[in-house]
């Protein structure tokens, strides 16, 4: 089902800003507040007119009373109202300022008739921009495609007769190409579109490139997407106001489809969330992206915040690497992605590449799976993976690279309350006398006792080395004296030294 703060975050800044995240709850019916009726359980209130802070509170009671999934307010919304809403568990949203009340009543009820099938909802509205593309052909008499605001092409007219390279070229790769893009960015073009309200025209360039006409698309202020037509005629005013009522339509429309597709891949997500959890319970329920064998990775947290804005520095990351919709999902404070074992965008092999210096952290791999029902094991190899990376200061791995560094860590964690007083005492030493006793006695057992490999190790001379395990003889006085008290020592030396 179409969760409140779902709907809210699907349709965008443009439309209208989540304010606060309260207790997930399907939405119902979109509810106008003042109606002679009161809002339902799962209601998204639209609160038109609600100006007054007072009665902005009373409205977000109304809704914790009767289990509202959303609130949305004109703005502006006072601090006080959001900690209201925070502590009544109430999802709140704010209207873009620029954005009509109708025009949000009309994306909302759409979503919420299409929810229930978010893949027909996008399919549906995607149609519905190919009409709308042959309607400002048919007006232009000319080539007409629709792109998103990352130049992706969502729909074009079947005009053919005016189409140059770069329009097929643009069409048949569904976005507009890297040589095509550079030099409208060179030109200053798509700065312009960044700012530009109003159509305005650009000039042919070398050959392939004919002249375009381009319609800014916004919605809220926001720019959501263009309109670019093979275009030779002049832009007097009533052919723009004739645009200007198309390309309103259009915006509203392009909104709407970017916002299905949003509520598909969250409901994707949500599916895999359910798989990478364990929560999966039906075995013949459809997961993503098992088509063919994957492997779960999890990646470096970047801060304290809340992971979802790691999260989003990651799919930025990514998406500027060339993977276009990468499949991330945060569970538990935690983030990972889930990739093939294929070459490129998407595929562990460039992962691994680019996870290098100029990546924003390390990455760590599980095995290979090729059902759901081995998704949460992956799921935890793909942890302890990561955190044996970090430990052996590597920038990606796989479980099958530091298998016996994860053995170690958990046996170590396994061990960490098993009291040893000798031992205890090296590791004192270190703090009070400023040795390095416990260290050099963990490199020791970790080279197998070889002194001249740990003494390469802590780059000191090999007689330093022994020097220091005479003095830990002193103290152990022979209690390592077989190799499993070896093992033993070094798996406690490990958990306390963590």
Not at 38 to 45: K, N, R, T, V
Request: charged residues 20%; contains cysteine; neutral net charge.
């Amino acid at each position: 089902m179409l969760q409140g703060v779902d709907l809210c975050e699907a349709l965008g800044a443009g439309v209208v800003t989540t304010l606060v995240e309260g207790d997930p709850r399907a939405v119902s019916a979109v509810h106008l507040w003042g109606d002679h009726r009161p809002p339902g359980a799962g209601s998204l209130i639209a609160a038109i007119g609600a100006t007054d802070e007072r009665m902005q509170m009373q409205i977000i009671d109304a809704a914790a009373t009767t289990g509202a999934a959303a609130v949305v307010l004109p703005q502006p919304v006072h601090a006080d109202v959001c900690a209201h809403s925070a502590a009544r568990g109430v999802t709140l949203a704010a209207l873009n300022p620029q954005m009509e009340w109708s025009h949000f009543i009309w994306f909302a009820r759409g979503l919420l008739l299409e929810g229930q099938s978010a893949v027909a909802g996008a399919a549906s509205a995607q149609q519905g921009l190919f009409a709308l593309a042959e309607v400002v052909a048919t007006i232009l008499n000319s080539s007409v495609t629709i792109e998103d605001a990352r130049s992706r092409v969502i729909a074009y007219s079947a005009t053919t007769q005016t189409a140059d390279i770069a329009r097929t070229s643009t069409i048949m790769g569904r976005a507009v190409p890297t040589d095509v893009l550079k030099r409208l960015r060179a030109s200053g073009v798509l700065k312009r579109l960044a700012r530009e309200s109003r159509p305005f025209l650009v000039p042919a360039g070398e050959p392939g490139f004919a002249q375009r006409l381009v319609i800014p698309l916004r919605v809220g202020g926001q720019l959501v997407g263009s309109i670019w037509a093979i275009f030779d005629g002049d832009l007097d005013t009533d052919l723009e106001a004739r645009l200007s009522a198309a390309s309103t339509a259009v915006a509203l429309h392009l909104v709407r489809f970017c916002a299905e597709l949003d509520l598909t891949g969250r409901y994707s997500i949500g599916q895999l969330r359910a798989a990478l959890t364990g929560a999966v319970t039906d075995a013949g329920q459809d997961v993503p992206l098992l088509s063919e064998p994957v492997r779960v990775v999890a990646l470096q947290r970047l801060s304290r915040a809340d992971a979802r804005e790691d999260l989003t520095l990651w799919r930025t990351f990514l998406r500027k690497k060339s993977w276009e919709d990468p499949v991330l999902v945060d569970i538990d404070d935690d983030i990972y992605a889930v990739v093939g074992q294929r070459a490129g965008p998407g595929g562990w092999p460039w992962l691994c590449d680019i996870a290098g210096s100029a990546s924003p952290g390390a990455v760590g791999a599980s095995r290979l799976s090729s059902n759901h029902a081995g998704l949460p094991a992956a799921r935890v190899e793909a942890t302890e993976t990561l955190a044996a990376a970090l430990q052996l200061d590597l920038r990606s791995a796989t479980h099958e690279q530091v298998w016996d560094t994860v053995v170690l860590r958990r046996a170590a964690n396994a061990v960490r309350s098993v009291a040893h007083i000798e031992l205890q005492l090296v590791c004192d030493s270190d703090r009070t006398e400023g040795t390095e006793l416990a260290s050099t006695l963990r490199t020791w057992l970790e080279n197998g006792g070889d002194v001249n490999a740990a003494a390469a190790t802590l780059n000191v001379h090999p007689n330093t080395v022994r020097l220091r395990m005479k003095k830990v003889d002193r103290i152990l006085q022979g209690s390592l004296d077989t190799p499993a008290r070896r093992i033993a020592a070094l798996l406690l030396l490990r958990s306390w030294q963590r």
